[in-house]
């Protein structure tokens, strides 16, 4: 895939070359160039896999979506500052599943590179508490459940906060 330097000299160079036509007169030809100059921008700021990968979670297909992250092979070369945070936040809920270390980093990094929503914010706070439930770290689970309550405005999460506080109760 395109790095971010060549995606934005690709750019700029089509949109010179519609601005030539729109001054040649050729209105239809510029138009077009325009737009494929912000087709190329989009993907700037939205990375084509990461969309892909995104889509493939939604379906619930985890071996697509895990092949695209896969395929990125250095995200702080690839992608903008937002889209590494959600590229470390797919690559810790895949491994979750495998490796607890690894997805335990990986979602600390996503953290800490500042994902957008607060919904996704909330679920990767669920999933460290989880993690922190699991090696018997009970003050630090709790304090991360807290913060995904609080982060989880719509209650999408709230039966999973509510199993995992049963489960606290157990340790």
Known sequence: MLSKVI???LTAALFAYAVYEFIEGHIGNGIMLTLLAGLVLFTYFRHERMLLALWYMRKQDME??????????TPEQSL?????????YLKGLMEAQTNMN??????????SKGLRMDQDKALVKLQLAGIAMSRRRKREAQTLLTEAKKLDKRGMLD????????QMKRI
Do not use: C, H, N, P
Not at 80 to 88: D, I, N, P, R, V
Not at 102 to 111: G, P, V
Not at 159 to 166: S, V
């Open 102 to 111: 690894k997805s335990e980093s990986y979602l600390r990094k996503a953290l």
């Open 64 to 73: 697509k979506a895990q092949k695209q992250v896969d395929s990125i092979k």
């Open 159 to 166: 039966d999973q906060i509510k199993m995992f506080k049963q």
């Open 80 to 88: 903008t500052k937002g889209q590494q945070a959600y590229w470390y």
């Open 7 to 9: 995606r934005l000299v």
